[in-house]
């Protein structure tokens, strides 16, 4: 089994970047897929991003294209998720997942973190 602890969280101005990191433990990190998913006061838990066991594939969420980006290094059990250029809108706590196959469905997923929370001031 897997457990995952997200980090880099924080308050950032609208513009701003931040970059996200997920420890995996517990487990094979590469034999995982791993996505980036966040959820917003009153609203459903929605995919950001999510990359393949090897980190060759990659998919984006359309409102986090060409902000977002995506990597893992498997060496050293860590998923990353850099934000630039960031908005009010992606205030939301942020999770990270791990699963047996890469999705952006999040019941696709079977391991999750306990998030970490990103406000972006305007």
């Known amino acids: 089994q897997a457990q995952l602890v997200e980090s880099g969280g924080g308050l950032v101005q609208a513009g701003g970047s931040l970059r996200l990191s997920c420890v995996a433990s517990?487990?094979?990190?590469?034999?995982?897929?791993m996505g980036w998913f966040r959820q917003a006061p009153g609203k459903a838990r929605e995919f950001v991003a999510a990359i393949s066991k090897s980190g060759i594939t990659t998919y984006y969420a359309q409102s986090v294209k060409g902000r977002f980006t995506i990597s893992r290094d498997n060496t050293k059990n860590t998923l990353y998720l850099q934000m630039n250029s960031l908005i009010p809108e992606d205030t939301a706590v942020y999770y990270c997942?791990?699963?047996?196959?890469?999705?952006?469905?999040?019941?696709?997923?079977?391991?999750w973190g306990q998030g970490t929370q990103v406000t972006v001031s305007s």
């Open positions: 517990g487990g094979i990190f590469g034999n995982y897929a």
């Open positions: 997942a791990a699963g047996s196959g890469v999705s952006t469905n999040v019941l696709s997923y079977a391991y």
